[in-house]
């Protein structure tokens, strides 16, 4: 932590924005940071970043860091020492522990944080208060994905690699907006389109990506898994499936196949809203090509079905044979730069460390003999679940880290009610967050330019963050912080050093196995790596994780939220995000990129503006069953009649005050992207 670099020194470290996983070449002198810029070696960005990259050292020293730990006395949060904060968090841990048992504590850890402070998270969770209640932001975004691939080939990751993109011959992006998500990625895919390859773009909005498509299929939010259904039918009626790989590499293509050949195309084109015969040409298309890549964001995840069309892709995927080799796969694009990593660590409820599931005897006795304890043995709560443990009384502390709920998390006065339930709250941040301003004890943790460990990519790639200068103020590193508070409650944990704990990570994780601080290099190791160090560019080359891959046929489902609502609130809300800030925009509203885009807009199409008697740049009253905002109108054809899009990155806006608790089935992924609303002039 006292790291100060006082000559002027380039120092290699990894973006701590997007799943790209951008290598930054920092200029440093004298503990400040001069400038970034993008290495031309760089193996992921190659020379380039997006804006969110290259300013991103501007948020580190603003003047509203966190820069103490801060404890609630009489209503107000007050400067403590750590020392203090310290013991208040352990006293009423321990409290807590001792009157309810080790359930009614949970964690949320943070895709923000390094695997090796994910990892520690997840360890005191399990092995210092005994409960399996250990989430992460992975629950709001890619759950479904890791889910839905686990489910289909055993490994809920991306199959291929970024660079796959010189080798492919058809490129399908699904749900995703990577000019502005992952901008550099989506640099690459738009280059690709440019020069002509082959596209599908599935999406109701059209992106920038969608206006270069072959085909853009602009489906009804919601109706994701009934366009993939199409297009499974109308591969399997032109007989263009991939025998060979079905039989030798899958299971469950006879059940599939007979739900698919039974659709009603006619119900499926009516619901969607798309053509027919486009989505059609797309699927030929798709099952034509010698190498087909898809790309998915979160328009495919954040739905009630979004681990039923995760299933889907992987269906199109294996039915024509694009898995296991150069140019093909699945690939989500994960949207935090550590999403990967904070699941690879066990920063969830019913898997630990290495995917294995928590319940299971067998796994058990193995966490059992590498931590010298015992561990617990019940599936813990998933973050809905906690606020509705919260809600009964059942949950009673929380200890988040890195993660702004209050803003990012649906329904917004649901999930403060839910916080405001809890006997205790501790926050830990670089910010003082929508989230932290309700903690009983806030502690300040280190931005990703004052410490250092791996984050893991979308593409697998285990990377080196290095640290640039040391933390502003009293800050630390949150796996420090980590490290204390075991200490703090008599658990003996070694400081937080990165080669050390990565050697402990190397014994649990198998696809770490090979994995040591000293070989990552600036261009990192893509998981599995093995014991050699040799490290893997693409799964499922031979077999399966699970063996064989599995079809999976789900019937397209109308969501609640239609069903429930869409006759007092006709339109459908779908929310994402733009180029200039990232998420909860905590970090981008700090670094100047407020001034290129300050609020959060609403897009209206013109025959929707007309009948509600709109203007551009009106304000309007958004609101739905849950609550209301006020934003800016701008008319635009990029949505089709009854669909509203926005953003959802500035506090004083708050879209979550209208989005909904619905999710995903199986993972309980909240379903940001169908909101039923109505609009009026404000
Ligand atoms: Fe950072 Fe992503 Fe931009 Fe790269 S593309 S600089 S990782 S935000």
Redesign the pocket.
């Known amino acids: 932590q006292s790291k100060s670099v006082q000559a002027q020194e380039k120092i290699r470290t990894i973006?701590s924005?997007?799943g790209?996983?951008?290598n930054l070449e920092v200029s440093v002198k004298n503990n400040e940071i001069l400038s970034i810029r993008a290495p031309n070696d760089a193996k992921v960005?190659a020379g380039h970043?997006?804006l969110?990259?290259r300013y991103a050292w501007r948020f580190y020293n603003h003047p509203d860091r966190l820069t103490s730990p801060l404890v609630r006395k009489n209503g107000q949060l007050v400067e403590v020492s750590w020392q203090e904060a310290y013991q208040v968090i352990a006293d009423r841990f321990n409290l807590t522990k001792s009157e309810y048992g080790p359930d009614a504590i949970a964690g949320i850890s943070s895709a923000r944080c390094t695997n090796e402070e994910n990892y520690l998270m997840q360890k005191f969770m399990r092995v210092v208060i005994g409960t399996n209640n250990i989430d992460s932001c992975a629950r709001v975004c890619h759950s479904p994905t890791a889910y839905g691939m686990q489910q289909a080939f055993g490994t809920g990751a991306a199959t291929n690699s970024v660079e796959d993109l010189d080798y492919t011959k058809l490129i399908m992006v699904i749900g995703a907006n990577p000019i502005a998500a992952?901008?550099?990625t989506g640099a690459k895919i738009k280059q690709k389109l440019m020069k002509g390859v082959t596209s599908i773009v599935i999406d109701p909005v059209e992106t920038e990506i969608a206006r270069y498509a072959t085909y853009h299929l602009q489906l009804r939010p919601g109706t994701n898994v009934a366009v993939l259904n199409m297009m499974a039918y109308f591969i399997i009626e032109a007989g263009l499936v991939d025998q060979s790989f079905i039989e030798n590499r899958s299971e469950g293509w006879s059940d599939y196949v007979a739900a698919i050949k039974a659709l009603d195309i006619a119900h499926l084109e009516q619901v969607s809203g798309v053509d027919r015969e486009l989505v059609k040409q797309a699927a030929e298309a798709y099952a034509r090509s010698e190498a087909a890549m898809s790309f998915h964001g979160l328009g495919v995840t954040e739905h009630s079905q979004g681990s039923h069309t995760v299933m889907s892709i992987a269906d199109l995927a294996m039915m024509t044979g694009n898995i296991g080799r150069r140019g093909v796969g699945v690939n989500p694009l994960r949207g935090q730069?550590n999403v990967q990593g904070a699941a690879d660590m066990g920063c969830q409820p019913h898997q630990g460390a290495g995917y294995f599931p928590v319940n299971v005897q067998a796994n058990q006795d193995y966490y059992r003999e590498k931590y010298g304890v015992e561990v617990p043995t019940e599936i813990g709560y998933k973050i809905p679940q906690m606020y509705q443990a919260a809600q009964e009384g059942k949950l009673k502390a929380l200890w988040i880290m890195g993660e702004d709920i209050a803003q990012s998390d649906p329904n917004h006065h649901y999930v403060i009610d839910s916080l405001s339930k809890l006997d205790f709250l501790v926050v830990q941040e670089i910010f003082l967050s929508e989230t932290a301003k309700l903690a009983d004890v806030v502690l300040p943790g280190a931005s990703f330019l004052e410490k250092s460990g791996t984050f893991t990519n979308g593409e697998r790639r285990i990377q080196a963050v290095r640290q640039v200068v040391s933390p502003v103020g009293g800050a630390k590193s949150d796996g420090q912080i980590v490290v204390d508070i075991m200490r703090a409650m008599g658990y003996q944990q070694a400081d937080y050093d990165p080669a050390v704990m990565l050697q402990e990570i190397s014994q649990i994780v198998p696809f770490f196995a090979g994995v040591k601080w000293d070989e990552l290099g600036d261009s990192g190791k893509q998981w599995p790596v093995l014991p050699d160090g040799t490290d893997t560019q693409i799964l499922h080359s031979e077999s399966f994780k699970r063996g064989l891959g599995k079809f999976h046929y789900f019937d397209w489902r109308e969501t609640n939220e239609v069903k429930s609502h869409a006759e007092e609130y006709p339109f459908i809300l779908t929310t994402s995000r733009n180029l200039e800030h990232y998420n909860a925009g905590t970090m981008t509203r700090r670094t100047g990129n407020r001034d290129i885009v300050g609020e959060d807009i609403l897009l209206i199409n013109p025959k929707d503006a007309q009948q509600k008697n709109l203007k551009s740049e009106q304000h309007v009253r958004l609101f739905s069953a849950r609550g209301e905002v006020k934003l800016k109108a701008q008319i635009s054809k990029k949505v089709k009649p009854g669909i509203l899009y926005t953003t959802f990155h500035f506090p004083e806006f708050m879209v979550n005050n209208i989005t909904s608790s619905e999710c995903d089935s199986e993972t309980l992924c909240p379903e940001y992207k169908v909101v039923a609303v109505d609009v009026e002039a404000a």
């Open positions: 973006c924005y997007c790209v996983g951008c960005n970043t997006c969110k990259g992952h901008p550099v730069n």
